[in-house]
């Protein structure tokens, strides 16, 4: 489609158009200076194209325009496509004509061309500059068809795409990581889950899925902990803890082969290899993996958590770099969480496990009303603050299950990153409300 601005985008010229005239747009990835021939690598959103300059084959006003140059600075081209098998895919563009649109100020805080490499902190203070770097764009592609291919996924077995609110009254699971906000006069929260109405939603359309922020005001500052993430939760009437296990892992597979077909370009870029996966993958219960533990000498009793120095260690007995905990104890797990039906002291619930990292978590839920007042009163909390959930239970609650996935944990095995904050596009924690 042409626009005012360009005829194609750089990643789209080809040797099939050898000697058409285009019109390209874009920032000023690299300038090279040879004396007699200079190169300006152009990137726009699709890739790079070389444009070169020959002193004496093109008018002097290009030269001196190319000559003053700043990285970044942004820049029109009208030329000829030339084919040379020493340029980038064989391809380069002769300049008519070089119009520059904005110019770029230097030094820049950054280098996007990323010669000359950055610590995290400079990245991320510098964001929009970092953001243009091939290695990030590589990870927005990839996060691109990850989400894409959950939802085309979820699509197909029938689940409705649904929007919960943000802006909550009461703690979604009863814990105190909120964030409070002032609405309208009166103190709200910022929700932790679309977790409730997840569970109502699927008692009128039986299969939802929300792709959405959540927030979590948690002390904690490690490479795994955002304070505002994308979450992705599924819930489904009439399945149980198995059935959305099943998905879930469905969908893992599903993820592998689309970023293997559809990504290979940005996985070299990224210098990464997905990793081999055997499915279906390992289930484990809780209480095997608590002998594993006591077995490798750890200090552990029924009802402790399985925090990353445990899953660290429980890793180790595992061939599979993803697999399943399942059979939590109920008490250890959120109020609305399905007790076995032939041990109440465990639970029909589960974590993904990537190496030592929770990915995701889910269960089957409890849709019995009493069973679940007993539920709330027995961890502490207020019946009455759950109330708007409560009663609905009065009017036909279905069994159901579901999960909720953190997109950016699921990232760092797909892109051989070690941060969340590499994997999202302008992290929120305990230090950064900016950019």
């Known amino acids: ?44 959103g699709s890739g790079l194209i070389q444009v070169t300059i020959t002193k004496g084959s093109v008018p002097d006003e290009i030269v001196s325009i190319v000559e003053q140059l700043t990285p970044e600075s942004v820049i029109q081209v009208k030329g000829v496509v030339k084919g040379d098998p020493r340029a980038p895919r064989g391809i380069e563009i002769t ?22 490499k950055a610590d995290i902190d400079t990245r991320l203070r510098e964001r929009v500059l970092d953001l243009r770097r091939l290695e990030s764009r590589a990870l927005v592609r990839i996060m691109n068809s990850v989400v894409r291919t959950i939802r085309e996924e979820l699509l197909s077995r029938g689940f409705v795409e649904v929007f919960t609110p943000k802006i909550i009254a009461t703690a979604t699971e009863g814990g105190a990581n909120l964030f409070p906000i002032i609405y309208f006069g009166r103190e709200a929260f910022l929700a932790q889950s679309p977790q409730l109405y997840k569970e109502l939603l699927a008692a009128a359309l039986e299969r939802v899925f929300e792709i959405g922020p959540a927030w979590r005001a948690e002390e904690s500052d490690t490479p795994y902990h955002l304070a505002e993430f994308i979450s992705v939760d599924i819930e489904a009437a009439f399945m149980d803890y198995n059935d959305v296990m099943k998905i879930l892992e469905d969908i893992l597979q599903k993820i592998l082969k689309t970023l293997e077909k559809e990504n ?75 007790p076995r039906d032939d041990d109440p002291e465990l639970s029909e619930s589960f974590d993904l496990v990537w190496q030592y990292l929770e990915l995701a978590s889910g269960s089957s839920r409890i849709h019995d009303k009493e069973m679940l007042i007993s539920s709330i009163k027995s961890r502490g909390l207020n019946v009455e603050n759950f109330n708007y959930f409560i009663k609905w239970f009065d009017y036909g609650m279905p069994p159901h299950a579901g999960w909720g996935l953190g997109l950016a944990r699921l990232l760092l095995p797909l892109t051989g990153r070690s941060s969340v904050k590499e994997v999202t596009l302008f992290p929120r924690d305990k230090k950064r409300l900016i950019p």
Request: proline share 6%; charged share 30%; hydrophobic share 40%.
């Open 1 to 44: 489609m042409q626009t005012k601005y360009k005829s194609a985008r750089c990643g789209e010229i080809t040797v099939s158009d050898v000697g058409k005239e285009v019109v390209l747009a874009g920032w000023v990835h690299q300038v090279r200076d040879l004396g007699g021939k200079k190169f300006v690598i152009l990137r726009d």
């Open 95 to 116: 300049p008519i004509e070089i119009r520059v649109l904005s110019r770029a100020k230097a030094p820049l805080p950054l280098d996007v061309s990323s010669k000359v």
């Open 264 to 338: 290979s370009e940005d996985l070299k870029i990224l210098n990464h290899t997905l990793p081999n996966v055997s499915f279906p993958l390992p289930r484990i219960t809780y209480t095997e993996a608590l002998d594993i533990l006591k077995r490798r000498g750890l200090d552990i009793k029924f009802g402790d958590d399985l925090g990353t120095p445990e899953l660290r260690l429980l890793s180790t007995e595992i061939e599979s770099h993803f697999y399943f905990i399942i059979d939590f104890p109920t008490k250890t797990r959120p109020f609305y969480t399905k």
